[in-house]
Nanobody
Framework: VQLQASGGGLAQPGGSLRLSCGAS????????IGWFRQAPGREREVVSC????????FTLYSVKDRFTISRDKAENTVYLQMYRLNPDDTAIYYC???????????????????WGQGTLVTVSS
């Protein structure tokens, strides 16, 4: 299983970024992809996840009106579109893979969760 996250960078407050997570070594329909973030001095938290089985999703309530998760079936890629960014969104964003029913559990981290490398998002003027 390989997960490749990209798309991080510097954004101004109020700006947008789109993160991408490319997945390989996974059978389509048999997994979910999630985005997590970890800010300095804080615990890793779920942002959003999507199932490739039924396209069900879970998104952290505090970002639900600003972040949208989607996937490109042909490219086996999951995107996290982030709008109206603010400094509190500054963090390393990680993509991860888990069971197809993952959104039903709120994308709860398990021992079996597969992790990709992170991509840094910095929101600053």
């Amino acid at each position: 299983v390989q997960l490749q996250a990209s798309g991080g960078g510097l954004a101004q407050p109020g700006g947008s970024l789109r993160l991408s997570c490319g997945a390989s070594g996974l059978t389509l329909g048999h997994y979910s992809i999630g985005w997590f973030r970890q800010a300095p001095g804080r615990e890793r938290e779920v942002v959003s996840c999507i199932s490739t089985s039924d396209d069900s999703t879970f998104t952290l309530y505090s970002v639900k009106d600003r972040f949208t998760i989607s996937r490109d079936k042909a490219e086996n890629t999951v995107y996290l579109q982030m709008y109206r960014l603010n400094p509190d969104d500054t963090a390393i964003y990680y993509c991860a893979a888990d069971l197809p029913a993952w959104p039903r559990s709120g994308c709860r981290i398990r021992t079996e969760t597969h992790w990709g490398q992170g991509t840094l998002v910095t929101v600053s003027s």
